[in-house]
Nanobody
Framework: QAQLVESGGGLVQAGGSLRLSCAASGNIFGINVMGWYRQATGKQRELVAT???????SYADSAKGRFTLSRDNARNTVNLQMNSLKPEDTAVYYCNAEALGPYRTYWGKGTLVTVSS
């Protein structure tokens, strides 16, 4: 089993920035894709951004141009820099990791991001 621990959530005004971090530990062998998802109250969990171990990124349309996902394979961490935050970015943000050989997926417990208008 791998464990994912998120940090960096909080309250910020619209237009502000936050940086979320996720650290993976435990059985991290085979982890390829890591990323962030979010779930707003009353809505389904949705993809924010993902990054492969080789640094290839993918972003939801809502995140493009404002969010930047990076990864440090040596430290087994991913960081999501969120700029120009909007009230609609308010959600619980979850770190996710996918591993191969066999396929496994892991989730963090989530960190709350609140953007005030």
């Amino acid at each position: 089993q791998a464990q994912l621990v998120e940090s960096g959530g909080g309250l910020v005004q619209a237009g502000g920035s936050l940086r979320l971090s996720c650290a993976a530990s435990g059985n991290i062998f085979g982890i390829n894709v890591m990323g962030w998802y979010r779930q707003a109250t009353g809505k389904q969990r949705e993809l924010v951004a993902t990054i492969t171990r080789y640094g290839r990124t993918s972003y939801a349309d809502s995140a493009k141009g404002r969010f930047t996902l990076s990864r440090d394979n040596a430290r087994n961490t991913v960081n999501l820099q969120m700029n120009s935050l909007k009230p609609e970015d308010t959600a619980v943000y979850y770190c996710n990791a996918e591993a191969l050989g066999p396929y496994r997926t892991y989730w963090g417990k989530g960190t709350l991001v609140t953007v005030s208008s």
